[in-house]
């Protein structure tokens, strides 16, 4: 047999275009992609009527483990992720312990092992304490890279002050992933609100000043020392000239994400309907910046879609604002919103395989990720671009349990995945074991 798996007739998506065609696969890659013969492959996968996409690739995900595995772990993470056509993470170091040395990362490759559901990386945080280690830390297989937080958010990752940062650039080369907003203005204003407060100030504390300030400084030291940064999850208007320049200066170096959450949601409604379930850091913002993040999309500003997946119990979300932590689950339903951007007429397929695989996979370096063409790995999800989904509670997998597009109709939804050759969702639901692997890069040592 040529083919182990032909997947036949659907309309394959790339930054270029939709093209009707048949893609051959042969063991865990992709060796064919055109009009193919059916009568040359063990499995043929009719996909008429369907998208073939490059299976997403998320940049930023919580899983929580170890430590707060009541609220996620890498089973249950990679499980939504999969089941939302994700075939690839990249997850954050906020963990506890944190992600911040050579022993907690293979830790968490450890126990992905035989776990994960999808192709994982884990992101190293800065600290004051590893600066010296960080250029052989971003190295270490398995990890996409570094992270930094220069605002604190969930849990004590942290690395305040422009000497540390430009410490943090100096030491290595490879793309930095940052989460930026001021964490001297965060405390200023932190202490200034009432405690209780309601959650619809939540916008007004981590203000987008705070955003503005710290990623200017952020593209300063940038420049300053040739490091190629990741701006995570902009929110405001007001950094969006900020990174346009940095990005007319320095081609290629300055990159930048947002998540479907910033696009689809704004405040004060979203916190009056949803109370604290639509508090995470940087803010949902007015609709003002949410339409500038919207022109800034279409402008190509944005360089990946991110879910910025951050799963919170719905007890732990009860307390009374700001005690109620910040963060939403995003990583399941990611590409459900995308597609029912696309179909409102507001995105284009090729931004969605654009933003959501070919850029990560190029940007990070990920080796043979992110495109349908011959040698890349066969990370694929079909997707019904009609079908309509109300998205309830219960299809909810993430171990938080809720999500904020509940009651929300979706129109596009993955129906089958495949990840490194082999269908892992088949008709929306999880066949086999978990067969993730740790992703591999084109960074040497
Ligand atoms: O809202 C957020 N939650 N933003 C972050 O940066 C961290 C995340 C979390 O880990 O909960």
New binding site residues.
């Given amino acids: 047999m040529l083919y182990d798996t032909l997947i036949r007739g659907g309309r394959i998506v790339s930054s270029q275009g939709v093209h009707e065609g048949d893609v051959g696969i042969s063991g865990d890659k992709i060796v064919s992609v055109g009009s193919l013969a059916a009568d040359t492959a063990e499995q043929v996968i009719d996909a008429t009527g369907l998208l073939v996409l490059p299976g997403l690739i998320d940049t930023q995900v919580?899983f929580r483990e170890p430590g707060m595995e009541h609220k996620e772990d890498l089973e249950s993470g990679t499980r939504a992720a999969i089941l939302g056509g994700v075939t690839t993470i990249f997850e954050?170091p906020?963990t506890s312990p944190p992600t911040t040395s050579r022993d907690a990362l293979h830790d968490k490759l450890i126990r992905a092992a035989g776990r994960a559901w999808c192709d994982y990386g884990f992101f190293v945080g800065a600290t004051a304490e590893n600066l010296d280690e960080l250029a052989a830390l971003e190295l270490l297989p398995g990890s996409p890279g570094i992270k930094i937080?220069m605002g604190s958010?969930?849990?004590s990752l942290l690395l305040e002050g422009r000497e540390f940062l430009h410490a943090a650039l100096t030491n290595g080369t490879r793309r930095v992933s940052v989460?930026s907003e001021d964490e001297q203005r965060l405390r200023e204003r932190k202490a200034a609100a009432a405690d209780p407060c309601p959650v619809t100030e939540h916008p007004n504390i981590r203000d987008a000043e705070s955003a503005r300030i710290s990623t200017e400084q952020l593209l300063q030291v940038s420049h300053e020392t040739g490091r190629p940064v990741h701006v995570?999850?902009v929110s405001s208007a007001d950094e969006i000239p900020l990174i346009r320049e940095a990005k007319r200066q320095q081609v290629g170096r300055v990159t930048a994400e947002v998540t479907p959450q910033h696009l689809f949601f704004s405040a004060p409604e979203a916190y009056e309907r949803l109370g604290s379930l639509a508090?995470?850091?940087?803010p949902i913002r007015s609709e003002e910046h949410r339409q500038a993040l919207w022109a800034a999309l279409q402008q190509g500003i944005f360089d990946i879609f991110g879910s910025?997946h951050?799963?919170?119990t719905l007890d732990e979300k009860a307390k009374p604002y700001p005690h109620s932590?910040?963060?939403?689950p995003g990583v399941q339903t990611m590409l459900p919103v995308l597609l029912t951007f696309f179909n409102q007429g507001r995105l284009t397929l090729e931004q969605v395989a654009s933003l959501s695989s070919e850029n990560p996979a190029r940007l990070f370096g990920l080796r043979n990720k992110g495109r349908i063409a011959p040698s890349f790995l066969a990370d694929l999800v079909l997707v019904d671009p009609a079908r309509k989904v109300q998205f309830e509670r219960s299809m909810v997998v993430s171990k938080c349990g809720w999500s904020p597009y509940e009651g929300e109709t979706f129109t596009g939804w993955p129906v089958h995945v495949i990840l490194q050759g082999k269908s892992v969702v088949k008709e929306g639901e999880l066949i086999g074991k978990p067969s993730g692997q740790a992703a591999e890069y084109n960074w040497k040592a």
Avoid: K, V
Avoid at 279 to 282: A, E, I, S, T, V
Avoid at 325 to 328: A, F
């Fill in positions: 919580h954050m906020n937080f958010s969930t849990g989460h995570l999850h508090q995470m850091n940087p910025d951050a799963p919170h932590p910040s963060g939403m």
